[in-house]
């Protein structure tokens, strides 16, 4: 079982940034797939960027790519999105999620991963 702590969120102006950090408990969570994913009010919920196990791939939605950075640290089970340049269509939900299966690159789609964190909330002001 791995459980997924997410922090980091808050309330920042249109242009500034925000760092969220995801903490992971479980001895097989450096060998998963990581993954962060955010949902607006009223809207489904939404591939951000994923990272593999290993840190040496990462993937980007092309809303984001050139403005967040994943990154994980297996030494201490974390995985950490840095978000720059936010805009008001950034504010949401913002969820870590682990995929337990052992294989292939990491998925887009939400509901093909097994762990999940409660969320943190960004808010961007404009």
């Known amino acids: 079982q791995v459980q997924l702590v997410e922090s980091g969120g808050g309330l920042v102006q249109a242009g500034g940034s925000l760092r969220l950090s995801c903490a992971a408990s479980?001895?097989?969570?450096?060998?998963?797939?990581m993954a962060w994913f955010r949902q607006a009010p009223g809207k489904e919920r939404e591939f951000v960027a994923a990272?593999?196990?290993?840190?040496?791939?990462?993937y980007y939605a092309d809303s984001v790519k050139g403005r967040f950075t994943i990154s994980r640290d297996n030494t201490k089970n974390t995985v950490t999105l840095q978000m720059n340049s936010l805009k008001p269509e950034d504010a949401a939900g913002y969820y870590c999620?682990?995929?337990?299966?052992?294989?292939?690159?990491?998925?887009?789609?939400?509901?093909?991963?097994?762990?999940w964190g409660q969320g943190t909330q960004v808010s961007v002001s404009s």
């Open positions: 999620a682990a995929d337990r299966k052992l294989i292939g690159s990491p998925t887009r789609t939400a509901a093909l991963y097994d762990y």
């Open positions: 479980g001895r097989a969570a450096s060998s998963y797939n």
């Open positions: 990272i593999t196990w290993s840190g040496g791939n990462t």
